[in-house]
T-cell receptor
Framework: DTAVSQTPKYLVTQMGNDKSIKCEQN?????MYWYKQDSKKFLKIMFS???????INETVPNRFSPKSPDKAHLNLHINSLELGDSAVYFC???????????????FGPGTRLTVL | DAKTTQPTSMDCAEGRAANLPCNHS???????VYWYRQIHSQGPQYIIH???NNETNEMASLIITEDRKSSTLILPHATLRDTAVYYC??????????????FGKGTKLSVKP
């Protein structure tokens, strides 16, 4: 069974559109994350959610709105897509929120978003 | 910004040990050393982490120097499937944004037949 899954795997869309990426984890973890990996391969954290509540927002434009309907899901909705949003988006989860021994992060396979 | 320095790339012969170095000279006492890797077109994968003692698991060994300013990840018998970018990350043991995983450029390890 896949621990952290994302859909879709590929997403191609036009500038200005609104799109969503879904993430689900079956590990029973409390914390979920979204990361963005740009064309230069730098991987940066965007959001952290703990028990369905937003904990960290790393200065991401408000066009990006994460939504956590329950602890197992964290979806990413993006409004008014721009060319610069093209990247690979990774979802991750960890058992607990605090850093240290208990919060190893497990990543999903990624969603490659291409904005034309 | 990443607080670690790693070589850009390394080669290793299949079946041999791969030793990946990492410098973290500004590490503080409340920071762990984590290693992740990213195989092409996949999400990052956790490998191992440690605070000050050497650690070993089924994937790798982590050797941390006594002054904690550097560490080495050892893959004892590298296979072609170990070809990936390896990230050495230093992170605090508290929560909040101080505990974020901050990925640098990593080391591109190429395992050759």
């Amino acid at each position: 069974d896949t621990a952290v899954s994302q859909t879709p795997k590929y997403l191609v869309t036009q500038m200005g559109n609104d799109k969503s990426i879904k993430c689900e984890q079956n590990l029973g973890h409390d914390t979920m994350y979204w990361y963005k990996q740009d064309s230069k391969k730098f991987l940066k954290i965007m959001f952290s959610y703990n028990n369905k509540e937003l904990i960290i927002n790393e200065t991401v434009p408000n066009r990006f709105s994460p939504k956590s309907p329950d602890k197992a899901h964290l979806n990413l909705h993006i409004n008014s897509l721009e060319l610069g949003d093209s990247a690979v988006y990774f979802c991750a989860s960890s058992q607990v929120f605090l850093a240290g021994d208990q919060d190893t992060q497990y990543f999903g396979p990624g969603t490659r978003l291409t904005v034309l | 910004d990443a607080k670690t320095t790693q070589p850009t790339s390394m080669d290793c012969a299949e079946g041999r040990a791969a030793n990946l170095p990492c410098n973290h000279s500004t590490i503080s006492g409340n920071e762990y050393v984590y290693w992740y890797r990213q195989i092409h077109s996949q999400g990052p994968q956790y490998i191992i982490h440690g605070l000050k003692n050497n650690e070993t698991n089924e994937m790798a060994s982590l050797i941390i120097t006594e002054d904690r300013k550097s560490s080495t990840l050892i893959l004892p018998h590298a296979t072609l499937r170990d070809t990936a970018v390896y990230y050495c990350i230093v992170r605090k043991i508290y929560g909040g944004s101080q505990g974020n995983l901050i990925f640098g450029k990593g080391t591109k390890l190429s395992v050759k037949p």
